[in-house]
């Protein structure tokens, strides 16, 4: 079975410092991957998508960035974080490009800048 | 402008009651629908997909209808479980690209 993971879990950092969040995948091959953000209030944004390795789509200009260096590895960073880059980070995976493929999310990371 | 609203915010109930939570959308053109259920915390779950064609997809106790027409649909709780409390998100797709528009949620709290 499949299942994806992301870590830290959560994490406090400083404005200005910089950002890594992980995400990974197993029990499955050449997934499309997903970043979102979620404000309190607010429904899911997605931030970038990736079809494959090296391969990243950015649907919101932000502060932030996002790397694929291997086919079920996801990374979300930034050179200087914002304290409006607070939120709830989650990660998702799905078998195939388009809406008719659900989408699976991982555990989600609470990013609190300070 | 592509958007999903839910109603209500947020909604308290308590155990063994049925309740219904609404989604309005805009989105076009439409793909397919889903709800979502979200525990603090954690990442969403998929409950249900419905498709054009479908008015209504049942998943245990929760029943969501569609009426593509208007543009609307519901997710109806039967006879409600402490383990309920979470957030219910509406998921509009539209049919092109990576096209999933979000709703806000709807909080909603089982009391015992």
């Known amino acids: 079975s499949q299942t994806i993971h992301q870590w830290p879990a959560t994490l406090v950092q400083p404005v200005g410092s910089p950002l890594s969040l992980e995400c990974t995948v197993e029990?499955?091959?050449?997934?499309?991957l997903y970043w979102y953000r979620q404000a309190a209030g607010r429904g899911l944004q997605l931030l970038f998508y990736s079809v494959g390795i090296g391969q990243i789509s950015s649907e919101v200009p932000q502060n932030l960035s996002a790397s694929r260096p291997q086919d079920r590895q996801f990374i979300l960073s930034s050179k200087k974080l914002l304290l409006s880059d607070s939120g709830f980070y989650l990660c998702?995976?799905?078998?195939?490009?388009?809406?008719?493929?659900?989408?699976?999310f991982g555990p989600g990371t609470r990013l609190t800048v300070t | 402008k592509n958007q999903v609203e839910q109603s209500p915010q947020s909604l308290i109930i308590l155990e063994g009651k049925n309740c219904t939570l609404q989604c309005n959308y805009t989105v076009s053109p439409f793909s397919n629908l889903r709800w979502y259920k979200q525990d603090t915390g954690r990442g969403p779950v998929s409950l249900t997909i419905?498709?054009?064609?479908?008015n209504t997809k049942s998943n245990g106790r929760y029943t969501a209808t569609l009426d593509a027409d208007t543009k609307q649909s519901s997710l109806h709780i039967t006879a409600s479980q402490l383990s309920d409390s979470a957030s219910y998100i509406c998921?509009?797709?539209?049919?092109?690209?990576?096209?999933?528009?979000f709703g806000p949620g709807t909080r909603l709290s089982v009391l015992p």
């Open positions: 998702a995976w799905s078998k195939g490009q388009g809406s008719t493929y659900e989408q699976y």
């Open positions: 419905m498709t054009f064609s479908e």
């Open positions: 029990g499955t091959s050449n997934p499309n």
């Open positions: 998921v509009v797709s539209a049919n092109y690209g990576q096209n999933f528009v």
